[in-house]
């Protein structure tokens, strides 16, 4: 792996190649080992949400009835558009309470990222951001249907990207920099997501800065919500009641990790 060519490119430009080049491996985990605990926690999520598979005849209140409209959307996308799934997601964590304390959710933001010693970008479809800290949160949309590209090694670019740039936001600020961090980030197929840890340290940081392979290994901790059709959670992502209780309660546990 050593050996691999390594050069500067976006991170929606980075494939299983990039994370073999800079000895990144992917390891999927159980609910127990992932949250630290194999129960989780109750939805906060309107009851409505949760009672109704379909928008029910006789209605609901505007903030609940969008969960169903953005749902739907997202489920099937007009041909061509990113935005349904993206949209979703940004109600979903508002809902959530994702964007307190003291947090914003932004959309498509650019993320500079130095690697092999050229400035390149990383853009994420959705992130949470902190006033102090920068970003805390990164959403990207598996968007293979139209680009056949793997939104895993992307979400890894983009946390690289996020890492750097909390260093150089400490550093401008004049407090000491970080050597390690962990970078919580979700991939969704539809409404179906993934949920990931990714392990940085300064170690891989400064390889990707000057391209070179390292030798110390970096974990990404990823869990896939443990529905009882696992096999068809890409295809029916949040709209079974079922599958949409455990992933409303998975993005409950997540909120640790912000």
């Known amino acids: 792996m050593a050996n691999l060519i390594r050069s500067a490119k976006p991170g929606s430009d980075w494939t299983r190649n990039e994370l073999r080049a800079y000895n990144i491996e992917v390891v999927p985990e159980t609910v127990a080992t992932f949250f630290g605990n194999a129960n989780l926690p109750a939805p906060t999520i309107s009851p409505a949400i949760l009672a109704h598979e379909v928008y029910p005849a006789a209605g609901l209140p505007t903030e609940d009835r969008l969960f169903f409209d953005l749902l739907e959307e997202a489920m099937m996308p007009p041909p061509g558009e ?66 056949g590209k793997d939104p895993e090694p992307q979400l890894i670019a983009e946390a690289i990207a996020a890492f750097q ?14 050597d390690a961090a962990v970078i919580p980030g979700i991939t969704m197929v539809g409404t179906a997501p993934t949920f990931y840890k990714v392990d940085l340290n300064s170690t891989l940081v400064e390889a990707v800065e000057v391209g070179e392979y390292p030798t110390q290994t970096t974990t990404v901790h990823k869990l896939i919500p443990p529905v009882q059709a696992p096999f068809n959670l890409r ?22 990790f912000l």
């Not at 990222?113 to 400035?119: I, N, Y």
């Open 82 to 147: 990113e935005t349904a799934v993206d949209d979703f997601v940004v109600y979903l964590l508002r809902q959530l309470r994702y964007e307190e304390p003291n947090r914003y959710i932004r959309s498509r933001k650019d993320i500079p990222l130095f690697m092999c010693s050229a400035d390149t970008y990383a853009k994420t479809d959705v992130c949470v951001i902190d006033r102090i800290s920068g970003i805390l949160l990164l959403v990207q949309e598996d968007k293979r249907h139209l680009e």
């Open 165 to 178: 740039s909390r260093n150089r936001q400490l550093s401008a600020a004049g407090f000491p920099t970080v």
């Open 235 to 256: 295809r029916d992502g949040m709209r079974p009641l079922n599958n949409r209780a455990v992933i409303v309660s998975c993005f409950e546990a997540f909120k640790q």
